[in-house]
């Protein structure tokens, strides 16, 4: 009998009926004046006068007409550079132990984001909600005597001067709590090592040694490490040295466009359970089995806003325009995508943190992740966002009964003069690309009225190219770093297009695939 699973098991289900839900409006409204009042004195609280707003008979109102909209670059230039060189109270009190280095897929090189102790302690309280959350899900007393695998990036954290820096799953292993070390997984040791492949290597070599209950990490990086395991102990799937894996908790990223190739891997089912830890903190967490759909954590540090997601309102660099509403979260609608903006513990204020959201359920505050503000292809009006792509490649997998885990796409204007939108699938199929251009084709027009008027206006047509799905790995490793938080660009310009384009052909010259 499992009896310290039953404990365990006890206790999370003891914490869940002792925990009530907070009111999710005057939670947020007690978060944003905590966040005011704790900042007022820094140079960003006087500049931007968070007293006033303080005493004003509406702060949330008075926040969103006194505060700008902040993408990185804005803030960094104007106010965290001053952190970098030293420089106390800018947008938080006092300086940040770390600053979070974002592999993400926005801007020429990394970011380097301000990580406070309070978010540190935020990200490890929603770790804690997560854990709670579990008493909701089906799981057996022997799941909580089982490993978790966490696969992220290196926690050999870089010193710099009287910080440290690294990605935020880097950040967050370093600091997780004493009592949860004996079930971490790779270990310190292994955590530790800076190279990624280096790093699966061991994992690979080490796995039959771990009773791995859980996984947790984003599905691509996820996925190549499940398959150098099984490549390594010559398996047919993951079970096979991992019997008792339950739970996969996927993160960062929408898992729909990996599941079938992630299915793949296993030999049988287990309970995936989505997670939303970006750089800037821990933002939602799915609650509840029967959903892909997350809860934003209203009540643990961040303030949410939510701006229409709409070409009017959104430059060419996926930030916003100066006079993009911003809806409050009591105003907000089901089904209707969103920017996401965020003001947090770590001094980030009215930041578009980049991702764009749905509401699924508005009385459950619950979300899903639809794409990313710069992932919004409309050079010759064809509106297509992240999540209509994610559809259509998902009808391909169904329709040719493939898996394509991967994909980029860019308008790309070719030697006729014409625009077409040209697609990049990491897949292996026999099917013909002119096969797979006309049914992407169609199933964009059927899903999506504007790309039909610009199908029969500028834009002329589609074109597929068909690559291994291990060249995308590669490309990011090539162009930032593999593993960690690490996200493939799903639209491109014309320049960085070529760029890949360029890149895919010396990688199959190699004959390696």
Known sequence: MAIRGSIIKGLIDLRDTIVSEPDAIKAQKEVLKNLLEKAKDTSFGKFYKFSEILDSEDIVKAFAEHVPYFDYNKLNERWWSQIHEGAEDITWPGKPHYFALSSGTTGKSSKRIPVTDEMVESIRNAGIKQVGALSNFNLEPEFFEKEIMMLGSSTDLHHEGDHEEGEISGISASNI?????????????????????????????????????????????????????????????????????????????????????????????????DTYLASEGFLALQERPDTHSMKLILDNGIYFEFVPFEPDYINQDGSLTDDAPVIPLNEVEEEKDYVLLISTVSGAWRYIIGDTIKFTDKEKYEIRITGRTKFFLNVVGSQLSVNKMNDAVKALEEKFDIKIPEFTIAAKRFEDGEFYHSWYLGTETSASEDELAEALDQSLKDANKNYGVARSKALKGVKVTVVPPEIFPEWSGANKKKGGQVKMEKVMNEEKFAQFEEFVKKELKTNKY
């Open 177 to 273: 709590p004493f009592w949860f070390r004996s079930y971490y997984k790779p270990g310190e040791e292994i955590a530790k090592i800076d190279d990624w492949d280096k790093r699966v290597e061991k994992i690979a070599e080490n796995a039959k040694s771990w009773d791995i209950g859980a996984l947790s990490g984003i599905p691509s990086w996820m996925e190549l490490m499940m398959k150098k395991v099984i490549e390594h102990h010559n398996v047919k799937n993951i079970h096979e040295v991992w019997p008792n894996l339950q739970v996969y908790a996927s993160g960062g990223v929408a898992f729909e466009p990996y599941e079938k190739s992630f299915n793949a891997l296993l030999g049988k089912p287990i309970q995936v359970i």
